[in-house]
């Protein structure tokens, strides 16, 4: 089976993926680092010289790769990626166990802004411009992270107790 965990950015979907797989023992794979493993270029560098429709072609190629591996695995989706070319559709249609880590609005925004320069989405905006960026962005995105077959609200959880809800869904 595989876990697959969504959700916005800075929600945690990496990081609870690691403890996860160190809990199971199954192995993690954040979808966005094996695009850049197959493509030779970071996230950035693809939107940059490649443009954003060959990114979300190549992963959804690379997300359908990914979930036909009939591997346990611990899978963390970029924070588009289940909007985009049916990939929710195709998640659902896996043996899969699919988490929205859903993280509130001031949650989201606290996490950004202390590694605000590492995210290019929100590099270039002000501070005070951030929530409202998140907020229009869930609001485009949350019905397909709706669609996810559990739903964990992460905020005021430690990466433990959000870990420990997932294991016990299994």
């Not at 794979?29 to 979300?56: T, V, W």
């Not at 907020?135 to 430690?158: G, P």
Request: hydrophobic content about 40%.
């Amino acid at each position: 089976m595989h876990i697959v965990l969504l959700g916005y950015m800075a929600s945690g979907k990496s990081t609870i993926g690691k403890l996860l797989s160190s809990q199971t023992g199954h192995p993690f794979l954040d979808l966005d680092e094996y695009i850049c493993q197959k493509e030779k270029l970071s996230i950035s560098e693809i939107f940059a010289q490649k443009g954003e429709i060959y990114f979300r072609l190549k992963e959804h190629e690379y997300l359908k790769e990914v979930l036909e591996n009939k591997q346990d695995m611990i899978l963390s989706l970029g924070g588009g990626t289940p909007c985009y070319a049916n990939n929710m559709e195709l998640i659902l249609q896996n043996d899969t166990l699919s988490v929205y880590l859903k993280a509130s609005i001031q949650t989201l925004s606290e996490r950004l802004l202390k590694h605000k320069s590492s995210r290019p989405l929100i590099a270039s905006l002000e501070d005070e411009q951030v929530p409202e960026f998140i907020a229009k962005h869930l609001f485009e995105r949350r019905f397909f992270y709706e669609q996810a077959s559990q739903t964990i609200v992460i905020d005021h959880k430690s990466e433990m107790e959000i870990a420990a809800a997932i294991l016990q869904l299994l």
